[in-house]
């Protein structure tokens, strides 16, 4: 797998789990969903982050 797949795949999965428990929350009022929404959304900013440096240390070592 290269690590392009292997990112995605990690996003992906992320994004899948804070929809469910978004949907919990909004929909339902389930608090604990709302927790674990959170906790995902931060997952995703802290992938996030360290894509845009892997990113940026890709585009440095070609020049």
């Known amino acids: 797998m ?3 797949e292997e990112r995605y795949e990690e996003l992906t999965n992320t994004v899948k789990e804070a929809e469910e428990d ?3 929350f909004y929909e339902k009022g389930n608090k604990a969903a709302g927790t674990r929404a959170r906790k995902s959304m931060m997952e995703l900013k ?3 982050h360290e ?3 892997e990113i940026q240390e890709i585009k440095n070592d070609e020049l």
């Open 22 to 24: 978004l949907m919990k």
């Open 46 to 48: 802290k992938l996030a």
């Open 2 to 4: 290269s690590k392009f």
């Open 51 to 53: 894509i845009r440096q």
